[in-house]
């Protein structure tokens, strides 16, 4: 029972970090400052190794941050806030499977 509970409380504090790290991308990446990431701002901060490589490091390569950005943006505004952007990413991470069911989802919602 004590290994069950630290291993939850390991994945809780990796689960943490990971937000925190989601949380400073987007605010690096939030060049005007309007609480929004556009897909633009969004494609600059990929452009960035420590991006691409945290990405990668969650199951996400940058091709995959790109629909996963079109698939957030649920509203077609061509925006999302930061707690789209970390559901989403947090959601999907860890493979291809998991993003294709989001849009999956995504896209039913909008029929």
């Known amino acids: ?30 060049s005007d400052g309007d609480g929004c990431l556009t897909l633009e ?7 960035a190794p420590t991006v691409q490589s945290f990405f990668l490091k969650i199951g996400l390569d940058t091709h995959e941050a790109v629909a996963l950005f079109h698939t957030v943006d649920t509203d077609d505004s061509g925006s999302v806030d930061v707690d789209e952007f970390l559901f989403g990413v947090m959601r999907v991470r860890g493979g291809v ?3 294709d069911m989001l849009s999956l989802t995504y896209d039913l919602h909008r029929l």
């Open 1 to 30: 029972k004590a290994d069950g509970e630290q291993m939850l409380k390991a994945r809780e504090a990796e689960v943490t970090t990971q937000l925190s790290e989601l949380r400073r991308f987007f605010l690096q990446g939030d």
């Open 41 to 47: 701002e969004f494609e600059g901060l990929l452009s």
């Open 97 to 99: 499977k998991a993003l």
